[in-house]
């Protein structure tokens, strides 16, 4: 789906109806697991379900097969036949990211998005959590991956912001600095 506008009307609808039942948490656990399984190693999975090769029924019977194994909720299985029938499953991930971004404001969270060289222990993803959300007064969860082209330090992503701590980074600035640094005049 190209029209951004469309996947949030469908974002929107699956959590009034989520609130409407108290599920909110329930919803987004099983939209992110259907997410989660339709990247990467899944989007075979995700070709066959939005794919038009494919009758609706074929569609359905495949995604309800999955939903069981993987115990989706009721309202998540009603709402991805939804998608399939109206030929919209393509926008699942577009979806689930504006479901996330609805639910986590109503519930006072932020995401922060957080790459490190080597995987943070424990202590340092309470640190970082505790300081963003002094930051932002909300509650944060941290979503960490291992990126070792980093050399050391941290990236962290705060919704539209940056904050850049890497070791990569800093040796690109003195790289820099020293390229563009002139020359000292001879005595």
Excluded: C, N
Excluded at 76 to 91: H, T
Excluded at 113 to 119: D, I, L, P, T, Y
């Amino acid at each position: 789906m190209r029209d951004a506008g469309a996947a949030r009307r469908y974002a929107t609808a699956i959590v009034e109806l989520a609130v409407e039942a108290g599920s909110e948490a329930d919803v987004l656990s099983d939209l992110t697991t259907w997410d989660t399984l339709l990247t990467g190693e899944g989007s075979e999975l995700f070709h066959v379900l939005s794919s038009p090769v494919f009758s609706v029924e074929e569609r359905r019977a495949v995604m309800a097969a999955f939903a069981e194994k993987l115990g989706t909720s009721d309202l998540v299985v009603r709402f991805l036949s939804l998608l399939i029938d109206r030929e919209r499953f393509g926008a699942m991930h577009e979806v689930v990211r504006f479901v996330t971004d609805d639910l986590d404001a109503r519930a006072g969270r932020m995401r922060v998005q957080v790459r490190s060289a080597v995987a943070l222990d424990a202590g340092m993803r309470d640190e970082l959590a505790a300081a963003f959300a002094k930051a932002t007064g909300k509650t944060i969860v941290l979503e960490a991956e291992v990126e070792p082209e980093l050399l050391g330090g941290v990236v962290a992503r705060l919704g539209s912001k940056v904050y850049d701590a890497s070791l990569r980074t800093r040796l690109q600035e003195l790289k820099h600095r020293l390229i563009h640094a002139q020359a000292p005049a001879e005595a």
